[in-house]
């Protein structure tokens, strides 16, 4: 947070707060989003696998390039913290901070989940989201945020000098070790930043802390993806619940969530998987 400053206000400092707003990262030089070609893709589709993710507890699902998948609620309000990775390299993941500063603090229809850097190309695409009449509150909130990182042991240990076992952080990485069959310690470096799914947050107007709120979410929403390459997805359901009281805790009640795997059934036509990126990682030398 910002104290009260204690040097002396210069004299143009009105015209130095005045100076215009320039977007750091304009993102119209990339493909316009292609609501048609989407569109296309979901007609037909057929339910292949649907993966529960239990309260409190991490689950994977693998959704083939040219999928999609959706996050379903089921039974309540729930909020779930997201994880991708390239099911073939784990190495490449989900980049929350650079998919931030490409399409802001919180994620919509249209928008693309990035890798890290150096693939750093479009994992997935979002193509629905029943949550998206929800725009953003008088308090500034919206939902499936890039800002919040997940919930995590550690931070929790910090500020309360508790051991808790059931925060996203730790949910995704006993997932994770589960599926590719690893130890804790393995699996633990792979985890990353999140999308938070369902969840209500933002930036306070007078400190700019982050804040939650109870999600709007209800059973039967879901937001819907397309996978741009093959795809280990990651869930977990938080232990916040709908996060409106508090999260890294069993005080709240929670439910699970449902990953949903679709198979295409058109004709995907000369689609293929975005290639990485293609700077030459020179790096001036
Ligand atoms: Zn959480």
Redesign the pocket.
């Known amino acids: 947070m910002k104290p009260n400053g204690t040097n002396p206000i210069p004299a143009d400092a009105r015209a130095r707060r005045a100076e215009p707003v320039v977007i750091c990262y304009p993102t119209d030089t990339l493909p316009p989003f292609d609501r048609a070609f989407y569109d296309g893709v979901r007609e037909g589709m057929e339910l292949i696998d649907a993966v529960t993710v239990p309260p409190r507890q991490g689950n994977t699902a693998h959704v083939p390039a040219g999928h999609i998948f959706r996050i379903v609620s089921v039974d309540g309000p729930q909020?779930g913290?997201l994880n991708l990775w390239n099911a073939n390299d784990l190495s490449e993941r989900f980049y929350s901070g650079k998919t931030r500063a490409l399409h802001g603090t919180h994620l919509g229809v249209g928008d693309k989940m990035w890798s890290t850097f150096p693939s750093m190309r479009p994992m997935a695409t979002i193509i629905g989201d029943t949550l998206d009449w929800y725009g953003f509150d008088a308090d500034g909130g919206s939902v499936h945020d890039v800002i919040g990182t997940?919930?995590d042991p550690y931070t929790n240990n910090l500020l309360t000098d508790d051991q808790y076992h059931h925060?996203?952080?730790s949910?995704l990485t006993r997932a994770l070790a589960d599926a590719k069959d690893m130890t804790l310690q393995q699996a633990e470096p792979l985890v990353h930043d999140v999308m938070?799914v369902f969840m209500c947050t933002g930036f306070t107007h007078k400190t700019h802390q982050y804040f939650m709120k109870a999600s709007p979410v209800r059973p039967g929403d879901y937001i819907e993806m397309f996978a741009e390459i093959d795809l280990l997805v990651g869930l977990?359901a938080?232990?916040?619940g709908d996060?409106g009281s508090e999260?890294?805790s069993d005080v709240v009640t929670c439910y699970p969530l449902v990953i949903e795997v679709y198979k295409p059934t058109a004709d995907l036509g000369d689609w293929q998987s975005p290639a990485p990126n293609k700077y030459d990682r020179s790096h001036g030398r």
């Open positions: 909020v913290d997940r919930c925060c996203c952080h949910n938070n977990s938080c232990p916040g996060c999260h890294s």
